[in-house]
Every structure is written in structure tokens, then in C-alpha cells.
């Protein structure tokens, strides 16, 4: 693998764009688009669209169904979503990639949390400046960048921005699952580890809820008539508590739990909410089975009743994968950078994809750290490289020199062995 004339035409095109990629983040980050926000949201898919339209196709919409949402007094509602943003360029090309990327954060409205500032030590400071509004202005310019590539005509690409990333991806799922079929390699713009590695192997994640049912009563005149449901939830969030350390790997945090009534009333509702993370699908088989053995265990007139499920399965780092990161790792030399990667126990878009086959880098976002938190922060010099990074990737794969359909070959052979 060796860089050419062309390759470092689009690379000195990207060297000046520093200035315009951070600029549109941080204009973006200034549009709150909390996952649960829908105005917000619906605002920042309109700029979405305006940058996209200047790729060779134009952005569409996929329209998302609403999601099912345990209320805090037990009732199952829905949660809107808006449209999902879609970009296909060029699908009779003999080598497709799929970059996804998504637009909601996990500040709610009412963050005070909005605006982007300048750190002392440089850093860019703001709601998802790295998680991941840094990461999908990384991916357009890659896009615009490769697009002046001679070759270009030689690689498709199917773009998907969603809006429910931060809660799981749950309306997105099926469309995610659906481009992953279509395509050879796949990438994705989370940010990179806090020392600017790349994610390899990914726990699998599951969100769930416990709703219990009480029965209300007096708490002076006839408090034995009660049955007390935060008292039933805390017994099964103790129990599920008591899960960690019982299998390697794997994790349960109770997040929430939702409850309560007057001090003279013996509390009939409350919601158990909790996420577990793990290695390994028979590792997730046997949390399933243990959180329905504490859930039976309720009685005495009390009645518990599960919402949720797996949301992303685990992703190792298999041979297919390793085979994807060390071309991934050539690229960088190319460009003097040192790429390196490990295990982390987040999980992301990169875990769907996986799932459906597609052989896939996960953290080709902005280098920054603290996300999911008012310290979350990203280094300004890391749009331009890592923004190269993606171009010299999408330029070694239209010229071959990262196989792409050997790579998916790989992944669809160790499927079936399994």
C-alpha cells in the first residue's frame, strides 16, 4: 500500500479544511438534540440535510415508527422518533461501504449544557462535540474530500444518520440491519478511546424494565392491607445487583428506579430500570434467565412484569475484524499516524452492523474523552486527521488495495462455521 499523486491531492485539499469541519460541529452543537427532544431534533436533521445535499446524490429520509416507553408510573406509552437521514451514492459500484453515524446526544433540553467553548489547554468543550456531532462533520468532509479521488467511481456508499442512538437504537435497528446487508465494509463515527484508540472487541448491551404492582393502602389505618411495591422493587434490584461477579464479564447496572406515593400511603406502583452489559450471546442467555427467575420470585400479592430487551449483541474482535484493523493500521502509517486499538465495554452502531455481518471500524470519529458527561471535550487538531484518515481509507478500497469484498467474504465464512 503506498500513496500516489492523487491520494495526496485529496489529503492537501483536506490539510485546509480544519477551520470549516470544526466550525459546522460546533454550530451543530449548539442545536440541542437530546434524544428525547423532538423539536431539537427535528431542527438538526434540517441542517443535516442542507450539508449532505452537496454529495453527488441527495439526502432522503426514512421515516422511523415510535418505540415502546415504560413511564415512571408504569404505564407502557411510545416514544416519537424523527426520520432517519439516508445518503446512497453509487450502488452499482462493485464495492459498497456503509458509514452510519447519529445525531442525537444524551443532554436533555433542559441541560444547561449547550454551547461549545475553548478550554485552556485547547480542547473544544461541548455537548456532543465528540459523541458525535465532531464525528459526522469528520465523515462528510471524508466524503466531499473522496469525491475529487479519480476512483471515486469505482466505490459506492450508503450514508445512515439516526436519532435514537443514545437510547439504544431501537427504531433505527431494522434500517441499520437492512444497509449492512447491502454493503462490503462499514464504517463509523463515535469517537476514538481516550487515547485515540480504536474500539476492537464490544460488550453487547440490553436495556430493561421491571414494572411491580402493588396493592395501595392507608399507611396508619390499614397498612397490613398494602402491599408495597418500591419495597418489592428494591428487593429485585438488590437481586439483580448481586449478579455482578457471578460470570466474567459481565455487568448490571440499576439505573433508576421510579416509585412513590405520600408518606401516609403504602406505595402500589414502582419501575425497576436497568442495563447489562456482556462478552458473549451465551452470556446474555444467562442474564435473560436470571432476571426471569428474580422476577418470579415476586408474590404475596405483588405482581412484576419485564419490558426490554437485548438491544445490541457483543461484537468480538474476530478474524474477519482483525483482518479489517490491520489495513485500517497501513492507512495510518501512511499518514504518519500510529493507529491502535482495544477492548471497551461501550457499544455503539458498530454493534448492529457486526450482527448483520458487516465487518466494521466503529471509532473513526474525533480524538476527545468525557462524553456522555459536562466534561465531554474533543482536540481540535483530530478533525483534520482523523477526517484523512476516513478519505485514504474510502481511496485504498475503490483502488483495491483494502479488499473489500474479501473482507466481507471473511465475515460470511466465519458466520457459517459457527
Same mark, same amino acid.
Given at each position: ?31 440541542? @438534540? ?32 415510535? @418505540? ?42 433542559? @441541560? ?9 489547554? %485547547?480542547?473544544?468543550?461541548?455537548? %456532543? ?11 462528510? $468532509? ?55 484508540? !480504536? ?70 406502583? $414502582? ?30 400479592? !405483588? ?16 478474524? $474477519? ?24 465495554? %461501550? ?27 459536562? $466534561? ?13 484518515? @476516513? ?5 485504498? !478500497? ?21
Amino acid at each position: 500500500m503506498r500513496l500516489n499523486d492523487e491520494d495526496r491531492a485529496v489529503l492537501r485539499h483536506l490539510a485546509g479544511q480544519g477551520p470549516l469541519i470544526i466550525d459546522r460541529a460546533v454550530a451543530w452543537c449548539a442545536i440541542n @438534540s437530546g434524544s428525547r427532544h423532538l423539536a431539537g431534533l427535528e431542527r438538526q436533521r434540517q441542517v443535516l440535510l442542507d450539508a449532505f445535499g452537496n454529495l453527488p446524490a441527495a439526502p432522503t429520509d426514512i421515516p422511523l415508527g415510535a @418505540s415502546p416507553e415504560v413511564g415512571a408510573d408504569g404505564r407502557v406509552g411510545e416514544q416519537a422518533h424523527p426520520a432517519a437521514i439516508a445518503v446512497v451514492v453509487r450502488p452499482e459500484a462493485p464495492v459498497q461501504v456503509v458509514l452510519t453515524g447519529h445525531y442525537d446526544t444524551v443532554y436533555p433540553e433542559t @441541560s444547561g449544557f449547550q454551547t461549545v467553548t475553548t478550554r485552556p489547554d %485547547g480542547a473544544l468543550h461541548g455537548p %456532543g462535540i465528540a459523541d458525535m456531532k465532531g464525528g459526522i462533520s469528520v465523515m462528510l $468532509a471524508a466524503l466531499e474530500a473522496f469525491e475529487r479521488h479519480p476512483l471515486a467511481h469505482k466505490l459506492g456508499y450508503r450514508v445512515l444518520l439516526s436519532p435514537d442512538e443514545e437510547i439504544g437504537s431501537v427504531a433505527s435497528a431494522p434500517i441499520l440491519a437492512q444497509f449492512a446487508h447491502l454493503g462490503h465494509v462499514g464504517l463509523t463515527y463515535e469517537p476514538a478511546l481516550a487515547d485515540g484508540a !480504536l474500539a476492537s472487541a464490544r460488550k453487547g448491551s440490553g436495556n430493561f424494565h421491571i414494572v411491580v404492582h402493588g396493592k395501595a393502602a392507608h399507611a396508619g389505618r390499614d397498612f397490613a392491607a398494602g402491599r408495597n411495591a418500591v419495597m418489592e422493587a428494591a428487593r429485585i434490584a438488590q437481586a439483580l445487583h448481586a449478579l455482578n461477579g457471578l460470570r466474567e464479564g459481565v455487568t448490571c447496572n440499576i439505573a433508576k428506579i421510579d416509585g412513590g406515593s405520600p408518606l401516609n400511603m403504602v406505595p402500589d406502583v $414502582a419501575v425497576v430500570r436497568f442495563n447489562v452489559r456482556f462478552p458473549a450471546a451465551e452470556d446474555a442467555a444467562w442474564f435473560e434467565r436470571e432476571v426471569e427467575r428474580i422476577v418470579a420470585a415476586t408474590g404475596d400479592g !405483588l405482581h412484576a412484569h419485564l419490558h426490554g430487551r437485548i438491544t445490541r449483541g457483543a461484537k468480538p474482535f474476530n478474524a $474477519a475484524q482483525q483482518r479489517l484493523f490491520g489495513a485500517v493500521k497501513d492507512v495510518g502509517a501512511l499518514l504518519g499516524q500510529d493507529i491502535a486499538w482495544k477492548p471497551s465495554g %461501550g457499544v455503539c452502531e458498530g454493534n448492529n452492523l457486526f450482527a448483520s455481518g458487516l465487518p466494521n471500524v466503529d471509532t473513526l470519529g474525533v480524538r476527545g474523552g468525557d462524553i456522555h458527561s459536562e $466534561a465531554e471535550h474533543a482536540w481540535p487538531d483530530s478533525f483534520v486527521e482523523r477526517a484523512q484518515l @476516513s478519505a485514504l481509507i474510502l481511496m485504498k !478500497l475503490a483502488s483495491g488495495e483494502i479488499d473489500g469484498l474479501a473482507l466481507r467474504a471473511a465475515m460470511t465464512d466465519l458466520a457459517e462455521t459457527v
